[in-house]
Nanobody, 115 residues
Framework: VQLQASGGGLVQAGGSLRLSCVAS????????LGWYRQAPGKQRELVAD???????RYSDSVKGRFTISRDAAKNTVSLQMNMMKPEDTAVYYC??????????WGQGTQVTVSS
């Protein structure tokens, strides 16, 4: 599965950004689509994910501020980020878990929140 992420950028604290990730290739093998992030000097962490039943998970740090959604017809997963904080600054990665093999990752998109 190939993943193409877009939508990162610079935003002021309290602002909003929307990330999108388009999946291609063996899309019928995908079980879960998710967004992860990695800040400088920190480990990559889950932000949110959504499975084929539209069940979602969120990290505690983004609950109530971020919303993950999936458009099956467009093979796209989106992350709407509201009320953003400087600590949301990171490279955001799209990830696809599959029925088989290792997960696939997108190329990452930089999100910077200024205070």
């Amino acid at each position: 599965v190939q993943l193409q992420a877009s939508g990162g950028g610079l935003v002021q604290a309290g602002g909003s950004l929307r990330l999108s990730c388009v999946a291609s290739g063996d899309i019928f093998s995908i079980t879960v689509l998710g967004w992860y992030r990695q800040a400088p000097g920190k480990q990559r962490e889950l932000v949110a994910d959504i499975n084929s039943f539209d069940t979602t998970r969120y990290s505690d740090s983004v609950k109530g501020r971020f919303t993950i959604s999936r458009d099956a017809a467009k093979n796209t997963v989106s992350l709407q980020m509201n009320m953003m904080k400087p600590e949301d600054t990171a490279v955001y990665y799209c990830k696809a878990d599959k029925h088989y093999g290792l997960p696939d990752w997108g190329q990452g998109t930089q999100v910077t929140v200024s205070s």
